[in-house]
């Protein structure tokens, strides 16, 4: 190392271990996931709204999203599914009302809680949604509070909401809230496979005008034709009349109304006039050659 004929370390030598990968933390990451939004990164504030995956989000940021759907950054990763307001429900929570424990931040301390068991909407213990409702509830108190009995003794249709008494049903309308990696794949399957269902609205208005004017019921199109038949009569009827009132005028009452006579170019200072001085030319058109008619004793003008 220097120049006193010494050995030269290689990097095996200096490096004894290899670097461990630095490892998340799961408490954090929990905590992010159930107190804050999935979008914004913000607290949870209500309203809150899910969507079909489970994902907790602000309603206003939700909103901010579909308006522009560049405002956030990895937007169309996390929730490019939304596509209305209507892909979302807004949720029915319960707030917690302890008190925040001694040496403890508030934003570490559960928002919210089942209102059935009273447990903490940490991410111990898992928690649901009721689409019909969004009534949030434990699936261990929603599983205690179970209207229908279990498999084997018959079951009912719909099961019933502890909460609200809305109807639901227990294989679709149960949504989990940050469902792990698998069930979440499977929700964003069921997603795809209702979306496809979903049938193909007409975006022309003019297939919608053509489609009310076809389900137009006879009695109507039957009801236009009969008006438009009496229409026709009824113009028939007065144009006859009014031929027949007219017949019956006398030539001075038919002048008052008659048009404007296109043919007479005289006005009322050249009528007699201008029809003499026709008159005069056609005596004299035989001399017209002549500047002196000697038979009408007439001295034409110069042609």
Same mark, same amino acid.
């Given at each position: ?45 209500? *309203?809150?709204?899910?969507?079909? +995956? ?40 319960? /707030? ?13 301390? *559960? ?18 949604? +009721? ?60 997603? @795809? ?9 007409? @975006?022309?208005?003019?297939?919608? /005008? ?32 009014? /031929? ?33 001085? @026709? ?6 058109? *035989? ?13 034409? *003008?110069?042609?």
């Amino acid at each position: 190392m220097g120049n006193d004929g010494g050995s030269i370390p290689d990097r095996r030598d200096l490096v004894k271990s290899k670097p461990k990968a630095e490892a998340l933390d799961k408490a954090n990451q929990t905590r992010a996931r159930w107190g804050f939004c999935a979008l914004s990164k913000r607290r949870l504030q209500e *309203p809150v709204v899910s969507c079909a +995956l489970g994902k907790l989000y602000n309603k206003d940021a939700i909103i901010e999203f579909l308006l522009d759907r560049d405002a956030y950054g990895d937007g169309e990763n996390i929730c490019g599914h939304v596509r209305s307001l209507k892909d979302v429900k807004t949720l029915s929570l319960t /707030a917690n009302q302890a008190p925040v424990p001694a040496g403890k931040e508030p934003s570490e301390h *559960p928002q919210f809680v089942c209102p059935l068991t009273l447990k903490e909407m940490n991410g111990a213990t898992p928690f649901v949604y +009721l689409r019909p409702c969004g009534c949030v509830l434990s699936l261990a108190g929603l599983n205690a509070m179970r209207s229908t009995p279990q498999d084997g003794e018959g079951q009912t249709e719909k099961d019933t909401c502890p909460q609200c008494a809305a109807k639901y049903s227990r294989d679709t309308d149960c949504i989990p809230l940050n469902p792990g990696a698998e069930e979440e794949e499977r929700l964003r399957a069921a997603l @795809s496979a209702q979306r496809l269902l979903e049938p193909v609205k007409k @975006s022309k208005k003019r297939k919608a /005008a053509a489609d009310a004017a076809a389900a137009e019921p006879p009695a109507k199109k039957a009801a236009t034709a009969t008006i438009a038949t009496a229409s026709n009569s009824l113009r028939s009827t007065l144009a006859m009349e009014e /031929a027949k009132r007219k017949a019956g005028m006398s030539d001075a009452v038919k002048a008052l109304y008659s048009g404007k006579d296109t043919g007479r170019k005289e006005t009322f200072m050249t009528m007699g006039t201008f029809t003499r001085v @026709s008159r005069l030319h056609e005596i004299l058109l *035989p001399c017209a050659n002549r500047r002196f008619c000697s038979t009408h004793s007439v001295r034409l *003008p110069c042609m």
